[in-house]
């Protein structure tokens, strides 16, 4: 089956209803943006002196970090542990972690109250600070997701580079830089792969960490020792059902047969890991004995319980049915669950179980701060339809080798 | 990728584990904070001598060039009947408190930084912004500042303000134990000022002893508790009061430092660099072992 797959171009029209609708939505983001840096973070924002951090940094950072997770628990499928039957969804997967973290980078710069300084860490080191890791290690992977897309910008446009006019002089040397680079990438490729991996899961991890220091101030629901681990294991949990979701919005959108084979294969490992995420939350949860503030019905109880019943269990089960597997419906419904669990999960434990001891009012986003973020995800949808036009990212059945499968179908084998 | 073979997979490994051994050796210095001086200063204050007159708020401002507002009136007792908090343009503020011993003479309670003995601010702040000095200040840095605000998620006392409305180079906002007055041998502004000595300045560990012996002698005056003694790991600023802290809205807290069990985490992951090696070496064996057998079945 695979091999009648192969990465293309998409040959599809940009502009329709539903891009004009992002165009909309991304431009009434900018104008808050504008806002923001002319008069000041307090313009625009709920924030406050109790109320440091927002949905800026819960949805935009914290959420982003972990629906990218999909690039590193696929390079670990693909790449390390070598099944080569997920090969089709590595480039969307990688294409989806880079544009993702680059734009956790932009919300982190967006947020700083000096963002000129956004570099100052890179000479200023505090190691006891978990911020300074996941800074670090943020940096230094969304580098090494471009070097990892290197490979595929060379593909596209090695032979074929072609500035017009007064830049024509520059085809010559991009073309002897994109071979030089793609070379040297073909051997030392597994360095950056690796490398990515391990930088993941420290800094999605770190990224539990944070909260940690906030000690008395988090609710005890959420507030343990273990919220790295757990962080870590949500993350590598949703990497998969986050492949899902895309493959089938991409399929729908750009109007392809999702590989639903690939897809219910990447579904039967979603429910052991999610699994053992659930176990990991439980266990800590006897352990510490902090199912009594559930007998309180309030917010953080409230929000724990539709975190953990809807974002986990519901698609626990959903993800060990054959039937589900096998559903497009149902397989994009189980994904979706599990995208809303970690998103919930990350804005309970950022903002939700964040309760300051003198708060005069609790925090809700401000119009500007919903603007910003849904902006943003409109850009990041419109940078992806860009770049599946301009690069080979997403599999399309290769009309050469389709006679080729047919045999092979008929032999019986696969 | 597919194309890669064996050896060069081999070679550019042997490469990488040379130059991977190279590197702990440059970032094992972990950054051990200094050991607290046994000199340390700080700042005694007893609630139950003071009496709201907020003279410490005025020289503060003062001392600090900050605005005072025109409505900024410390003959103005009404300001009481709402609780405030230090904020960017005031480092510190009195509330007043019911006292049930006495229904004439109200409780005030100045508040500011505490100073902790291992702030939680200097632990997080992704650049080390903060420093703890020998003299028990904790100050900030503004030419190292980015601004993220994650000193105001880790404080447990909630007292760094940021500058929200300002565009470019908002500050961290928060008491300094006037360390400038302080290196030239003047008292804080604060305790200078304060008419009533509910505030003396010295060093902790006399001021611990001060404190213990205010509440020998007036048993039925004080409780039996010095604020700050052991909160957190043990803060600068200490406190007496006739009646229970937390009615004096002063958090609950541990004995444990601030950064709590944050730093163990960190370093536990990060032990000489040695967890994230081990981790890049597993996988490149996985890595390895898999593409053999691969290639083995394609053959």
């Known amino acids: ?241 986050m492949v899902i979701f895309e493959s089938l919005i991409a399929a729908r959108s750009f109007k392809l047969k999702p590989e639903m084979e690939v897809l219910s294969g990447l579904g039967r490992m979603v429910g052991p890991l999610l699994g053992i995420y659930l176990a990991f939350k439980i266990g800590d949860m006897a352990i510490r004995g902090t199912y009594v503030y559930l007998t309180e019905v309030n917010t953080q109880s409230v929000m724990f319980m539709i975190e953990v019943i809807v974002g986990v269990i519901i698609p626990l089960r959903m993800f060990f049915s054959e039937k589900v597997l096998r559903s497009k419906l149902w397989l994009f419904v189980a994904s979706t669950l599990v995208i809303i669990g970690v998103l919930l999960n990350r804005i309970n434990d950022f903002l939700v179980a964040y309760s300051p001891p003198y708060a005069f009012q609790s925090y809700f986003p401000s119009i500007g701060e919903i603007s910003v973020t849904i902006g943003f995800i409109s850009v990041l949808v419109l940078l992806y339809r860009a770049f599946v036009m301009i690069f080979p990212v997403i599999s399309l059945p290769d009309k050469k080798l389709i006679t080729q499968a047919k045999y092979a179908v008929r032999g019986g084998a696969k | 990728m597919a194309t890669q073979n064996r050896r060069d997979f081999l070679k550019t490994a042997t490469f990488l584990s040379a130059s991977a051994l190279s590197i702990p050796t440059t970032h094992a210095k972990a950054s051990e904070p200094e050991a607290l001086n046994e000199n340390r200063m700080g700042v005694l204050v007893d609630t139950t001598v003071c009496i709201g007159c907020r003279n410490c708020e005025a020289a503060c401002k003062e001392a600090h060039n900050l605005p005072m507002e025109t409505s900024f009136n410390i003959n103005n007792r ?23 011993k006495n229904k004439l003479l109200p409780t005030d309670v100045k508040v500011q930084c505490m100073h902790c003995d291992h702030p939680a601010c200097v632990s997080a702040c992704i650049v080390g912004a903060f420093t703890k000095h020998k003299n028990g200040a904790v100050t900030w840095d503004g ?120 730093e163990s985490i960190q370093h536990g992951i990060f032990a000489y660099f040695i967890p994230p090696i081990a981790l890049y070496a597993l996988l490149g064996g996985v890595m390895w072992i898999n593409r053999r057998k691969n290639s083995e079945e394609e053959k």
């Open chain 2, 78 to 100: 009404d300001i009481f009947k709402l609780k405030r908090r230090p904020d960017e343009t005031s480092l510190t503020v009195v509330n007043e408190y019911p006292n049930p």
């Open chain 1, 1 to 241: 089956m695979e091999f009648s797959m192969k990465p293309a171009q998409l040959k599809i029209k940009y502009l329709t209803p539903g891009v004009a609708v992002l165009i909309l939505l991304a431009f009434n983001g900018f104008v808050f943006l504008a806002l923001r840096f002319l008069y000041g973070l307090g313009y625009v924002t709920n924030l406050d002196l109790q109320h440091p951090w927002g949905i800026w940094i819960a949805i935009d950072v914290a959420s982003g970090v972990a629906l990218a997770a999909g690039g590193f628990t696929s390079a670990a499928l693909g790449h390390i542990i070598y099944k080569e039957d997920y090969k089709i969804i590595l480039r969307p997967a990688l294409l989806t972690a880079m544009l993702g973290y680059t734009f956790v980078a932009f919300a982190v710069f967006i947020d700083l109250g000096r963002y000129y300084y956004i570099w100052h860490p890179l000479i200023y080191w505090n190691g006891t600070s978990p911020l300074f890791e996941v800074g670090m290690c943020v940096m230094i992977y969304a580098t090494v997701l471009y070097i990892e897309f290197l490979p595929v910008v060379a593909e596209r446009f090695i032979g074929k580079v072609n500035f017009k006019g007064i830049f024509s002089f520059l085809n010559k040397p991009v073309d002897s830089l994109l071979r030089t680079l793609n070379r040297g990438l073909r051997k030392t490729m597994f360095i950056f792969i690796i490398a990515g991996v391990v930088l993941s899961t420290l800094h999605q991890s770190s990224l539990g960490t944070l909260m940690v220091i906030a000690g008395e101030k988090m609710h005890p629901l959420w507030q343990t020792p273990i919220l790295p681990l757990l962080f870590l294991l949500s993350a590598i949990a949703v990497g998969f059902p």
């Open chain 2, 143 to 262: 030419s190292k500042c980015i601004g993220c605000r994650y000193c105001m998620v880790a404080c447990p006392f909630q007292i760094p303000a940021f500058e929200y409305n300002k565009a470019i180079q908002p500050r961290i906002m928060k008491c300094d134990f006037c360390f400038e007055r302080q290196s030239e041998n003047k008292l804080p502004a604060c305790v200078e000022i304060c008419p009533t000595e509910a505030l003396t300045f010295g060093k902790r560990k006399d001021l611990l002893e001060i404190a213990r012996d205010r509440i020998k002698r007036r048993p039925e005056r004080y409780i039996n508790y010095i604020y700050g003694e052991h909160e957190v790991g043990g803060t600068s600023w200490l406190y007496l009061a006739g009646q229970k802290f937390s009615n004096l809205d002063f958090p609950v807290l541990g004995t444990e430092p601030a950064p709590g069990v944050t």
